[in-house]
């Protein structure tokens, strides 16, 4: 796309701006992993009024892939019982989704994940069941790969949110 997406516009904030001030109500803790341009990122969040819950992890793998953040990230919250795994480009996200998203929490299931219309999306909650799983798969792995272990057990939560679905890779892509 050309641009960074995690300081992206819309309605106002940045993209990561947004994001934070819906997870403040309803995660106890947050971690941001960081890696191109982290001094930017950890600058622009740390205007979100409530910062405490806020904890900044840095990649340094981040040129490997997504993949590596969100191991970076979950080695730092291993005492977690789940964990949100969302990804940056999906400000628009009410904010009334993410408390219903979590009442989806079961002890059937390790793995949840939202749909609309029959199609995936994201975020995804991640039970602490799954993280040495993922901490300790190749760096070229991906969640593709790691949902087919038998030993996650998905759940998928259809409901009416079709920004789940969404995802501003292009510039025609962004809201206006």
Excluded at 21 to 37: A, S
Excluded at 105 to 129: A, M, T, Y
């Amino acid at each position: 796309m050309g641009k960074f997406k995690p300081l992206l516009s819309y309605r106002g904030k940045s993209f990561i701006q947004n994001i934070v001030e819906k997870l403040i109500i309803v995660c106890d803790k947050i971690i941001i992993v960081t890696g191109f341009n982290a001094d930017d990122v950890q600058n622009n969040v740390r205007q979100v009024k409530v910062n405490s819950k806020i904890e900044f992890v840095v990649n340094s793998e981040y040129e490997k892939g997504m993949f590596t953040s969100l191991q970076a990230g979950l080695k730092v919250a291993k005492n977690s019982d789940w964990n949100l795994y969302h990804f940056v480009d999906q400000p628009g996200l009410p904010e009334n989704f993410y408390a219903n998203f979590i009442k989806q929490i079961d002890n059937k299931h390790n793995w949840v994940q939202p749909s609309f219309n029959e199609l995936r999306g994201h975020p995804i909650l991640i039970c602490r069941s799954l993280y040495d799983l993922i901490i300790n798969e190749s760096e070229n792995s991906s969640l593709r790969e790691i949902s087919k272990n038998p030993i996650v057990k998905k759940k998928f939560w259809d409901c009416e949110i079709k920004e789940i679905l969404q995802d501003f890779d292009t510039e025609e892509d962004l809201p206006t």
